[in-house]
């Protein structure tokens, strides 16, 4: 693992930053751009209601908008977002909330804002291709994890404009987007990462994720990362914290589970699982181009 520097990399942040090379437009040359999430919350509902509907942070994950009366959303009632964007997936807010109400407040967020602070979550998204920072209808973007130590401001999140190597021994996940206004939104694609759940650490796997991301001036961007998430997998993560303390989950799960699953139906048209939405934070940083993706 090499020792973080302060210079050097591939990424060119003076895109984002608004630095030399960077015209009046905003626009940029061959841009590669790159920020490390600082911050990771999950997606819940906000207690308001837009016309009958509830409000809740997520994506569309399906292309529909569906209710209780919608085979294919498996009877599920979508959401809406809080800037007015129909049929919202979100069914893991409710799985959270159950957790919250058992666990002390703040508890889940600390656990993976410790992670990331002490470097072993430093998720880092990769943009490429990049002719537009306000208006581009193709960019590339690279999702994968970095490695280091980071250094942290007086409010416990990283530093903007760290250099990172790449976790070698991770997956890199690359995916078409498009920024619409100063918004990212990409293609849907599988990935993982590393999070802790129920006191436990795991692999996270999502299934036709997304992100949706607003960029900001300063070069920071903040968002939502939404995915799948199979049952199955919930299933084996309340099993590892069953075998770790004495509170069971696993057969709560097993009574609630079923009732959320609102993605990907079987042959027997159940849906297998769980639209979940992730909140993000994230600050310009560099990557070493040794070890770029």
Not at 85 to 93: C, E, K, L, S
Request: proline share 3%; aromatic share 6%; charged share 25%.
């Amino acid at each position: 693992m090499k020792r973080l520097r302060s210079v050097g990399g591939v990424s060119l942040l003076a895109a984002l930053v608004g630095a030399s090379s960077c015209s009046s437009s905003g626009t940029v040359d061959e841009a590669t751009t790159a920020v490390v999430v600082t911050q990771i919350g999950f997606g819940a509902r906000t207690g308001e209601s837009v016309e009958g509907v509830e409000v809740a942070v997520g994506l569309d994950l399906d292309g529909r908008v569906s209710d209780n009366s919608d085979v294919l959303g498996c009877r599920k009632n979508d959401f809406v977002a809080p800037d007015g964007r129909a049929g919202v997936d979100n069914q893991f807010t409710f799985l959270y909330e159950t957790v919250a109400e058992v666990f002390q407040d703040g508890v889940v967020e600390g656990i993976i804002q410790n992670s990331i602070n002490e470097g072993r979550l430093l998720l880092i998204y990769q943009l490429s291709e990049v002719d537009d920072l306000r208006n581009d209808d193709l960019v590339e973007v690279a999702i994968y994890l970095g490695e280091g130590r980071p250094d942290l401001n007086a409010n416990n999140r990283i530093v903007a404009h760290q250099t990172f190597d790449r976790r070698l021994d991770a997956q890199v996940t690359t995916v078409r987007g498009r920024i619409v206004e100063g918004v990212l939104e990409t293609d849907a694609f599988d990935t993982e990462m590393p999070m802790a759940f129920f006191n436990v650490f795991f692999d996270l796997q999502l299934t036709n994720a997304r992100i949706r991301g607003e960029i900001h001036e300063d070069g920071t961007m903040s968002g939502i990362l939404a995915g799948a998430v199979d049952q199955e997998q919930v299933y084996e993560i309340g099993r590892m914290a069953d075998a770790a303390q004495e509170l069971q989950i696993t057969p709560t799960l097993q009574m609630l589970l079923p009732r959320w699953a609102d993605l990907l139906p079987g042959e027997d048209g159940r849906c297998t699982h769980l639209s979940a939405a992730l909140t993000f934070e994230s600050v310009p940083a560099f990557v070493f181009a040794d070890v770029a993706p």
